[in-house]
């Protein structure tokens, strides 16, 4: 094994550990002080318990990246931007705070790393005959895409052990190809995937069903800005290194990113549709939809999860076919799913509704 592969062995270990040994710690103070989420119409848990998980899983990764990792080529903004999110979203899981104060934190976050490391979408590589984008609609395309991922980890948030897993799933993703491709100005990014890594499998050990600690916005807002950013720097690496999937980079990330995509889109027009807004609450997400069938908690989390790998391997195995066409059989079957979705209910429902 490689000194590289110690590193990363070692910054994953320390991440895991940090995150194994404070969720207990968090857990009883958070009982202590009664810091604790009450269950409402549209949470599926049914006691009182602490949505401070993403404390254990920041202070994992954040002391990992800054003990093990180099961090040059805008890892260092990534990490600034992080911190911004964590007081964010701390502050939303004690106190619940607006919206717009969200919204805030967030565009602060993505201005550090855009404006200070550059880390941006410089080019759509083909997709509607699109190539270099211009500055302007670079930085707005690319801030766009940040707020949009980290806030559709943050909706996918519903179920015990589902964001978590999600999470891992893609960042394990994104690191494979960073550390096999990477080279000098990408390598440094299988860091930030390992460490996060090791935080949510900590962090895990006590979030699956049924879960004694949540995620909160402390947690899914920091994880979901940092699959963001390995989003962004994996479709440079394609046009940049031309590794390993060359000019298919964007569709084969949409692809990675599945799940919290496909969730997020048509919840958002599901509600326009229906006359809402598409920031209102309510149980229409594809995880309610699976527990609507019939499925458990567990059942649930395991499916999409599984239908998260699925999509990963045939964009992958598929990549040659580049991005209009890969883009195309995303959206159609995104909508024979949401097609299906809408229209299967479970026997046990269908009884629920007639009695």
Not at 58 to 77: D, H, K, W
Not at 208 to 230: N, P, Q, R
């Amino acid at each position: 094994m490689n000194a590289l592969g110690i590193q990363l062995g070692l910054s994953s270990l320390w991440a895991f550990l940090v995150a194994l040994f404070a969720v207990p710690s968090i857990i009883y103070i958070a009982h202590l002080k009664n810091m604790l989420d009450t269950p409402n119409v549209r949470t599926v848990h049914e006691s009182l318990t602490p949505r401070l998980g993403g404390v254990a899983v920041f202070a994992g990764f954040m002391s990992a990246l800054t003990i093990f990792a180099p961090l040059n080529n805008g890892v260092q903004q990534l990490l600034a931007g992080c911190i911004v999110l964590f007081f964010v979203g701390l502050k939303d899981d004690l106190v619940s705070i607006s919206v717009a104060k969200k919204f805030v934190g967030q565009l602060l976050a993505t201005g550090v790393v855009m404006i200070m490391a550059d880390v941006r979408i410089t080019s759509f590589q083909g997709i509607l005959g699109i190539q270099e984008l211009p500055i302007g609609i670079s930085y707005a395309f690319t801030f766009f895409a940040i707020v949009g991922i980290t806030n559709a980890i943050n909706l996918i948030d519903g179920l015990d052990g589902l964001a978590g897993s999600i999470v891992l799933i893609i960042v394990s993703t994104f690191g494979y190809y960073f550390y096999r491709y990477g080279g000098p100005d990408f390598q440094n990014y299988v860091f930030v995937s390992v460490c996060v890594v090791g935080g949510i499998l900590g962090f895990l050990r006590y979030n699956f069903h049924k879960a004694t600690i949540f995620m909160g916005d402390t947690g899914s807002l920091v994880c979901g800005f940092i699959v963001s950013i390995l989003t962004i720097q994996f479709i440079e690496m394609g046009l940049k290194v031309g590794q390993p999937f060359a000019s298919s980079a964007p569709s084969v990330a949409v692809g990675i990113l599945f799940v919290p995509l496909f969730d997020t889109l048509r919840v958002f027009i599901v509600r326009m549709m229906a006359g809402r807004s598409p920031f209102s609450p309510d149980k229409n997400h594809v995880h309610h939809r699976i527990l609507a069938m019939g499925f458990q908690q567990i059942g649930t989390v395991i499916l999409l999860g599984l239908l998260n790998i699925v999509v990963i391997l045939f964009v992958i195995n598929f990549a040659y076919l580049g991005n209009t066409i890969l883009i195309a059989m995303l959206v159609a079957f995104s909508l024979l799913l949401s097609v299906f979705l809408g229209v299967y209910h479970s026997r046990a429902e269908r009884q629920r509704v007639a009695s």
